[in-house]
């Protein structure tokens, strides 16, 4: 693989989300790579494509995997192991999505049930204080429902339920 102008300020800008992500930049720089790659690639390519070392690229590769948004093949005749992202967009997002949900918003929800509980139990606390975390925890389950409701959807509803987004909003008023 060659990496062009527009390559590199595809990985390069990939990178800088990935940092805004809370992601390391040299991982979200990878998977970039991957994900343009038309071919599979070793860590040694990788490592010389993106000018990283080599032991920094491997624990990279393992995050990617953890992550689910990369995985390792074999090319026949050749010991070295090969990475691919995943090139399906919509699955991409997808995996992204369930990532953040398990880190991010699932413990956020557990968090919030505590908080509703235990807040009424304070005799302190003022009421306004009370129901702003009870709207909070009912946001936060609508949105982790949502998202358990969305994520069985096929990728070709998915596509056309974004696509009918105007359509949408104008059915149900602004």
Known sequence: MKITPVI??????????????????TVAQIQALLY???????????????SVAQSHVSTS????????????????????????????VWEL????????????L???????????????????AHQITRERIHNMLSFVNSINNWY????????ATLQKIMKLGNAITKLVGR
């Open 106 to 124: 699932s413990p956020t929800l557990i968090m919030l049930n505590a908080c509703s509980i235990e807040i009424e139990k304070e005799n302190e």
């Open 61 to 88: 590769l393992r995050e990617l995997q953890n992550y689910g948004v990369v995985k390792m093949t074999h090319i026949a005749g050749d010991r070295d192991d090969y990475f691919e992202s995943i090139h399906d």
């Open 148 to 155: 358990e409701k969305i994520k069985s959807v096929s990728n």
């Open 8 to 25: 590199e300020k595809y990985i390069h800008h990939w990178g800088e989300m990935g940092l805004r992500w809370g992601t390391n930049r």
């Open 93 to 104: 997002f997808r995996v992204i999505i369930e990532q953040r949900k398990q880190k991010e």
């Open 36 to 50: 343009l790659s038309p071919n599979p690639l070793s860590t040694k390519e990788i490592s010389n494509l993106l």
